[in-house]
């Protein structure tokens, strides 16, 4: 392709809220065999919202709520946004502002006024969190929490949880004091282009894989054949080595901060959406519309752009 030919195609990219950085990406992008998804945020509207939560020991359904909002409320996590939430909403019966603004700064006002006090917060990625309230261990996240640290999932939990799982959602399981208490199950409904966008990139010859750090069962529900699940997130960078490994050309589309490492790695790498600005600066391509669409867009362009000339 001549010099006209890659600046006319980034205009056009441009245009369609494709933005590519420079022509090599964009000549790349044809060639893309592997085109791998995020789930959390990527696939999924990044919208979650709590549907259950279900108590496993004597303790009240609100005070539990407010036990798991309280670790949560240091994380920033969508899941633990949701959590949060919910807790709000089921404890609280008064009248609320009627702008947006008001009712998040009203929200803020009584939750900082229910919510426990936490010591020693800390962060597991892939996992989950782990913090101290009243002088107890307290345990947020999935299976291979629990089972680092030794608590026993009751059969009729497991029960539950396999149910929701199979359901494409995403349980929470909590631990106080070494017992396992109880579970919050938590969906994030997928982009409504989502389906459609696999399907086009397979017509084209692309073979779609999806990485999450979520549990497999809720990964297989999402609907893409090559699912990668329970991958931490340094893995995902792992994950684009190995199908480097043969030569492949392979594309990486993700949104959040745990994505950078893969979007370097990949030899296209498509920040989604308002994104990071770390992931927007590990990134070739930016799709600002958010719109999963617009993978295709780029493949189709770097193919137009090029292949006629070979
Ligand atoms: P994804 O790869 O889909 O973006 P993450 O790597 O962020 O997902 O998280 C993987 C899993 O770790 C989640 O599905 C959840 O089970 C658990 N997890 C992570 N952060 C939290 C949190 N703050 N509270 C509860 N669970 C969490
Ligand atoms: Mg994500």
């Given amino acids: 392709a001549t010099p006209?030919?890659?600046m006319v195609a980034t205009g056009v990219g441009a245009n369609h809220g494709v933005l590519v950085k420079g022509g090599d990406a964009l000549e790349r992008a044809q060639n893309?065999?592997?085109?791998?998804?995020?789930?959390?945020?990527t696939l999924t509207q990044g919208k979650a919202t709590v549907t259950t939560a279900k108590v496993f020991s004597g303790m009240d359904l609100g005070d539990f709520l407010t036990l798991v909002?309280?670790?949560e409320a240091s994380s920033e996590h969508p899941?633990?946004?949701a959590i949060l939430d919910y807790a709000f909403h089921f404890n609280f019966f008064g009248k609320l502002p009627s702008t947006e603004d008001a009712i998040k700064k009203r929200k803020q006002e009584i939750l900082s006024q229910w919510l426990l006090e936490v010591t020693e917060f800390s962060a597991l990625p892939g996992k989950g969190i782990q913090c101290w309230i009243t002088g107890k261990k307290i345990l947020v996240g999935n299976r291979a929490l629990m089972t680092e640290n030794g608590v026993t999932i009751p059969e009729e939990a497991e029960g539950f949880l396999v149910d929701m799982e199979m359901n494409a959602k995403t349980g929470i399981l909590v631990a106080y004091d070494g017992d396992f208490i109880g579970l919050i199950a938590i969906t994030d409904p997928l982009k409504r282009e989502a389906a459609v966008v696999i399907q086009g990139l397979k017509k084209m010859g692309v073979?779609?894989?999806?990485?999450?750090?979520?549990n497999w069962r809720t990964a297989?529900?999402?609907?893409?054949?090559?699912?990668?699940?329970?991958?931490?997130?340094?893995?995902?960078?792992?994950?684009i080595r190995s199908l480097q490994k043969d030569g492949s050309v392979v594309a990486m589309v993700g949104d959040g901060i745990n994505d950078s490492p893969a979007l370097a790695a990949a030899d296209v790498g498509m920040a989604i959406g308002a994104g990071t600005d770390i992931a927007i600066e590990a990134a070739d391509y930016?799709?600002?519309r958010n719109n999963l669409e617009d993978v295709i867009t780029a493949i189709d362009l770097s193919r137009k752009t090029f292949s006629r000339i070979r």
Avoid: C, N, W
């Avoid at 893309?32 to 945020?41: A, E």
């Avoid at 297989?220 to 994950?239: F, H, L, S, T, W």
């Fill in 4 to 6: 006209t030919a890659v």
């Fill in 286 to 288: 930016v799709l600002v």
């Fill in 69 to 71: 909002a309280s670790a």
């Fill in 220 to 239: 297989q529900a999402v609907g893409i054949d090559d699912v990668r699940a329970e991958v931490m997130p340094a893995g995902k960078a792992d994950v």
């Fill in 79 to 81: 899941l633990a946004k």
């Fill in 207 to 214: 073979h779609p894989v999806m990485v999450t750090g979520d």
């Fill in 32 to 41: 893309v065999k592997y085109i791998i998804f995020d789930k959390t945020g």
